[in-house]
């Protein structure tokens, strides 16, 4: 039986991680931002997906990341659900780690 759609552990935290960060968490335009976000990381998938872990890894790193810094403020959470920015960036890193390793 062949999947209609593969889904990576690692693209699905960041979508997570992107939709669980408040308006406030944005400098400013939060829903532009997110979506750009996640424009970003489906790009990462097709990376991916080309068996291409290296790409994967400068887009994490060069583009995804570097947004990320430059678009979220620091803020207090309302819950624990919601990502600081040093938890977000500290995701990105975690993920390139893992696919330096592949």
């Known amino acids: 039986m062949k999947s209609l759609m593969e889904l990576d552990p690692n693209t699905k935290l960041l979508h997570d991680m992107v939709d669980s960060i408040p308006d406030k968490g944005f400098d400013k335009n939060a829903e532009q931002r997110r979506n750009a976000l996640h424009n970003k990381i489906d790009a990462v998938e097709k990376t991916l997906s080309e068996n291409d872990s290296n790409g994967a890894t400068n ?26 920015k040093a938890e977000a960036l500290s995701l990105v890193d975690e993920i390139t780690n893992r696919l330096s390793i592949l």
């Open 59 to 84: 887009k994490l790193q060069n583009d995804i990341k570097d947004k990320l810094e430059k678009w979220l403020v620091d803020y207090e959470p309302d819950n624990p659900t919601q990502p600081t």
